[in-house]
C-alpha cells in the first residue's frame, strides 16, 4: 500500500515536471517588437507604383513582411499599408512614411504580436543622404528614451522594399518603427488622452523640463505641448497621456524630428515667424514654471552624455562626416547648459509665460 502510495506521489510529481515546460512552450511569446535595440533585416514587399501614383489617398493595400525571428525561424506575415504624413509625403520625399496595419491572428508566435498597427519612417529618396537624415531621426528618438521613459521607443530595420506587381525593383534602406502611444502610455500606467488643448501648467513640471531641453538640444522649434494649428487635435508633433482627460498632471510625448537642427535635413526650414537664421539656430521654447526644475534636468543631461555621444559613435550606418556634424552640435549644446551666463541668455530668460503665474 505504501508502495502504490509512494509510486502515485511519484507519478504525480513526473507529470507535473513534464507539463511546466509543455505549457511554458505552448504559451511562450517571442520578445516585445520595441524592448531591445537589435536591427532587423525585413523585406516589405506591396504595390509601390500604385501607391506613389495614388498618392493623396488613403487607401490600405495588401502586403507582406517577411523576417527572421530570434527563434531562427522565417516568418512572412500579411498586412496592410497605407501612406501618412504631410510634408514627406505630399512635398519632399518619392516614397512616402507608411502606417502597417496587423491582423493579430497572424501575428501570433511572432515580434510583432500585440501590435494593431505601426508607423514606419521609411527610406524617402535613393539618395544616400537621405539615409543618413533617417539614421540622425533615430538616434534622435533613442537620446531621448535615454532621458525618459515618457518617450516612443524605435526599432531600426533594414528594410528590403520590393514591388509585387514588378518582380525588377526592389531598393533596401535604413528605416525604422515607432511603437504605438497606446505602449507608450501603458508602460508608464496611463493612457492616451483625446484633448484640443490644455493650459500648460496641467503639464507634469519635471517631465515638461525634460523635454523642453531635449527639445533646444536637438534644435527643435516645430511642436506645440498645449496646443497645436488644428482645432480638434492636440498637439503640434506632440501627443498627450495621463491618467485621465480631466486628470493632471498630463505628460506631452514628443515625435517627429526630421525638421531639427540634429537632423539638419536639405528640405528643413526655420519658421520665418520665429525670426531664426536658418534650421541649426537653437532656440529655447520652454516655459518658465518648469525652470526650477532645470539644475536637476542638466544634471540629467550631463551623466547622460557618453551615453548620447556613444548613440552616434557606434552607429554603424552613419557616415563619418554627418556623425561628426552631429556630435559637433551636440557638443555645442553641453557648452551652453553648462556655461551660467550661456544659460541664463539661450535658455531661463527665453522661457514663456510668467513662472509666478496663477
Known sequence: MLANGRFGLLFALVSVLLSVPLFALENSEPT?????NSEMNVTLEGPWRTIRNNIKKD?????????????????????????????????VCDFPPLKI?????????????????????????????YEQYNIKEYLVYRIYN??????????????????SKSAKWSISRFSFLIEDLDDVAGRNELKKLSITQIAYKTLDPVETSKLSLFQFM???????????????????NTKLIGAGNDLVPRYSIPY???????????????????????????????????????????????????????????????????????????????????????????????????????
Open 146 to 163: 535615454l532621458i525618459t521613459g515618457y518617450s516612443f521607443r524605435v526599432r531600426p530595420m533594414i528594410v528590403e522594399y520590393k514591388d
Open 101 to 129: 496595419y496587423f491582423d493579430k491572428e497572424k501575428t501570433k508566435g511572432t515580434e510583432f504580436h500585440g501590435n494593431k498597427s505601426l508607423k514606419l519612417v521609411t527610406y524617402c529618396k535613393s539618395q544616400g543622404e
Open 256 to 358: 517627429d524630428f526630421d525638421s531639427t537642427g540634429l537632423v539638419d535635413a536639405n528640405y528643413a526650414y526655420a519658421p520665418t515667424v520665429l525670426k531664426l537664421r536658418n534650421i541649426k539656430q537653437r532656440l529655447y521654447r520652454g516655459f518658465c514654471f518648469t525652470n526650477d526644475q532645470l539644475p536637476d534636468t542638466i544634471a540629467l543631461f550631463n551623466q547622460q552624455k557618453p551615453a548620447i555621444l556613444g548613440l552616434f559613435n557606434n552607429n554603424e550606418h552613419l557616415d563619418g562626416h554627418y556623425r561628426k556634424k552631429a556630435i559637433d552640435y551636440i557638443e555645442d549644446f553641453y557648452k551652453i547648459i553648462n556655461d551660467p551666463k550661456k544659460l541664463r541668455k539661450e535658455v531661463t530668460d527665453k522661457c514663456r509665460g510668467s513662472a509666478f503665474e496663477n
Open 218 to 236: 536637438i534644435g527643435n522649434v516645430d511642436y506645440a505641448s498645449n496646443d497645436g494649428p488644428e482645432p480638434d487635435e492636440c498637439c503640434h
Open 32 to 36: 516585445s517588437l520595441f524592448s531591445d
Open 59 to 91: 487607401d490600405r493595400y495588401p502586403a507582406q513582411l517577411s523576417y527572421t525571428g530570434g527563434d531562427g525561424v522565417r516568418h512572412t506575415i500579411d498586412v496592410e499599408v497605407a501612406p501618412r504624413g504631410l510634408s514627406r509625403r505630399f512635398r
